[in-house]
């Protein structure tokens, strides 16, 4: 349908080290680096966690053949050496999948789309990774420990459900709902933000409804119309861990292709 309109900004500055500030993207990604104390040029380290003094600094050759960087370029590459290691080490286990309870999986960049196709209709849900990382929980931290306690990073796009018959396509926008469902209150995992339904392609001239300002049993039998077209709870929760494995995967390839452009690859 529309571009999706992303719920949560979050990038924390890679030089957050040097101000102590802790910003969103506290996974392992630099917090264990800011909660550690400098080392020393040439220390050696032990155990398994990934720190500076694990790490031996990188020889870095330009493409000019002058052997020599700026000392801001030589400093961003030996970050982010450590880094990809540390993220990489989170990473393990973690893929997206090529299937999901039925629906096929399709990567373009941070665009995801998954495709079920019966006799009668298509069901496709898409959405876009990017912005939508955040921490379920704002721990408290404590810069001198160890193991800080860290809440845990989920990507929880704002996603876009689309049923096509034909030349008609039923579209809802649907994103999570933040925080535990109070007493009373339905345990739903997402909400349905707006309702349209055009024929062919999606235009701006298409009318559309707010969710929030649906009859409220029209808003219940649409929710249960998702669920019988696959679009449940646990479906959501699924859908959540796969956002967040190619939003880690994507993040990890951007510090790479940093990486290599600063020390003058191509």
């Avoid at 957050?16 to 506290?26: E, H, I, P, Q, V």
């Avoid at 535990?180 to 739903?188: F, K, M, S, T």
């Amino acid at each position: 349908m529309n571009s999706l309109k992303t719920a949560t900004l979050r990038f924390a500055s890679l030089a957050s080290s040097a101000t102590g500030a802790l910003g969103k993207r506290d996974f392992t990604r630099s917090l264990w680096h800011m909660t550690k104390k400098p080392a020393t040029v040439g220390g050696t380290g032990g155990g398994d966690h990934v720190t500076v003094l694990n790490v031996h600094k990188p020889s870095i050759n330009c493409t000019c053949g002058c052997n020599v960087h700026t000392k801001g370029e030589r400093e961003l590459v030996e970050f982010l050496t450590e880094e990809i290691i540390a993220e990489r080490k989170v990473q393990k286990g973690k893929t997206v999948p090529t299937t999901l309870d039925g629906f096929s999986v399709k990567l373009s960049g941070a665009d995801v789309e998954l495709t079920k196709q019966t006799d009668k209709e298509k069901v496709v849900v898409s959405f876009n990774v990017n912005h939508t990382v955040d921490s379920e929980e704002e721990p408290e931290i404590n810069p001198n420990a160890d193991k800080p306690d860290l809440g845990e990073m989920r990507s929880k796009p704002q996603f876009e459900v689309d049923i096509i018959r034909g030349n008609s396509t039923l579209s809802f926008t649907c994103s999570y709902l933040q925080g535990e469902a109070q007493e009373g209150e339905y345990n739903d995992v997402f909400s349905i933000d707006e309702l349209s339904i055009f024929e062919g392609e999606w235009n701006d001239k298409v009318y559309a409804v707010a969710g929030d300002v649906l009859d409220g049993y029209l808003y219940d039998l649409l929710m249960n119309l998702l669920e019988e077209k696959g679009i449940s709870n646990e479906f959501a929760e699924k859908l959540s861990d796969l956002a967040t494995a190619h939003e880690h995967t994507s993040y990890i390839g951007l510090l790479e292709k940093l990486s290599k452009f600063t020390a003058g690859g191509k």
